[in-house]
């Protein structure tokens, strides 16, 4: 088996993990993401005295132990970046229809209604936690398919 096909099965199961076991997955996510960022301040500040990376370097450590002690925080900053794309869909659906560019109008509706399920989706994330590991575990799945195919 070549390496594609393996990534793509190991993608697969690591999705259905997180789809089976959400609570699992966003625990393990967010431990992960909090261990590298206390490892990054921690090097950051010990690469140079600098001001700069000093101050990085404790705000990536202060991070990475919310990260890792409250697994809760992934979910919020999951539902933040659904926001934020939402908003910036929005914003370029809007561009496309009042500019006289090449973008069609019908793509600009459907980048606005895109962003609108962006949004949707960011506020499904913050009310229920459980919601990002479930698109995290389809998203695997999904990436897991292509790998293998290709």
Known sequence: MESNKIS?????????????????????????IGVSLIFFGIVLILTGFLAFNIIVGILAIIVGLVFTFNISALSVLFALQFYVIGVLLILAGIVGLISDSQISKIASVLTIILGIISIVLGGFSIDQPIFAPILIGVGLIIQGIRLYVD
Do not use: D, N
């Not at 190991?10 to 699992?24: A, N, T």
């Open 8 to 32: 793509g099965i190991l993608s697969v199961i690591l999705g259905l993990i997180f789809i089976i076991f959400p609570v699992f997955g966003t625990a393990a996510v967010s431990i992960l």
